[in-house]
């Protein structure tokens, strides 16, 4: 008994598996609608939104209905330059109030399938926010006629505001700042005077000392280009040459009376050593 429950609640187990089962595959659908955008962009800048379609099988027409928020993105055109559907039956249709794009396509004889696009959107930036760009409710695509199961798709964008771009300074170099100095002339005098200036004489063993009055002028010139003072030489520099001089000549002098003495000490040694040899030759003689 407990054998045959097991087994009636198996059945249903086995139904209700196959269900699961059978399900995606009865369920699924001939391709996806989809879209190719950017996931950001700033405020005033011009976006382009890319409806694509992904075909599973082929198919021939389109007829599309494109859903935005006409107060963040404002419509512009739609570029169907390169799309697989180049027949177009009806004109682009935008509705701005509420936000509305559609309009039928078609390809060629043979139709579409895998990756295509449909058709480039334009659009440009209002105001922050996020928002989403969908296909809406009412989009169809067909082959001969017959409507297919396409899922519809959606792209999220953020728009923000812009960033302003931070300029690097670029290094200048600075010339050094050229002063010109200033042109000063300045003439300074100055005279001294009655200016005892000693000189020493000596001629004989006593010194005669004479002190004689000098004027004494001496001129500062500045340059003004240089700024170099120029000294004109002065009595008393000259007095200094004269002082000079004198000290040479003592010292001549001086140096005079040491080789005469030398010169006797030296006559005398001879006369001595002289003498000495006479007085031993004497001698010698003697015996």
């Not at 409806?51 to 419509?75: E, F, W």
């Not at 027949?87 to 509420?98: H, Q, V």
Request: charged share 15%.
């Amino acid at each position: 008994m407990r054998t045959y429950y097991c087994r009636i609640w198996l059945i249903p187990l086995f139904i209700i598996s196959t269900v699961f089962l059978c399900t995606p595959f009865a369920f699924a659908a001939d391709g996806s609608l989809i879209f190719s955008a950017p996931t950001s962009a700033e405020v005033g800048q011009e976006i382009s939104v890319i409806a694509m379609i992904q075909a599973d099988t082929t198919i021939d027409t389109i007829g599309y209905k494109i859903k935005y928020d006409p107060a963040l993105l404002d419509y512009t055109q739609g570029d169907d330059s390169g799309t697989a559907f180049p027949l177009a039956a009806t004109s682009i249709t935008a509705d701005e109030t509420n936000g509305l794009i559609s309009q039928d396509r078609g390809s060629s004889a043979s139709g579409v399938t895998g990756a295509a696009r449909v058709i480039t959107f334009k659009f440009m930036v209002k105001a922050t926010g996020t928002t989403t760009v969908s296909y809406n409710a009412g989009t169809e695509v067909l082959r001969e006629g017959n409507v297919k199961d396409f899922s519809l798709g959606s792209t999220t964008l953020s728009l923000v505001t812009p960033t302003t771009p931070t300029n690097t300074p670029t290094p200048t170099t600075t010339a050094p700042a050229t002063t010109t100095p200033r042109t000063t002339a300045t003439a300074t005098t100055t005279t001294k005077t009655n200016t005892s200036v000693q000189t020493t004489t000596k001629a004989s063993p006593k010194a005669t000392t004479s002190s004689s009055s000098i004027t004494n002028l001496t001129t500062t010139t500045t340059t003004p280009s240089s700024n170099v003072q120029t000294l004109t030489p002065s009595a008393s520099a000259t007095t200094t040459s004269s002082n000079d001089s004198s000290v040479t000549t003592n010292q001549g002098s001086q140096a005079g009376k040491l080789m005469a003495i030398i010169f006797g000490l030296l006559l005398i040694l001879i006369g001595i050593i002289g003498y000495i040899y006479w007085h031993r030759k004497q001698r010698e003689s003697e015996y």
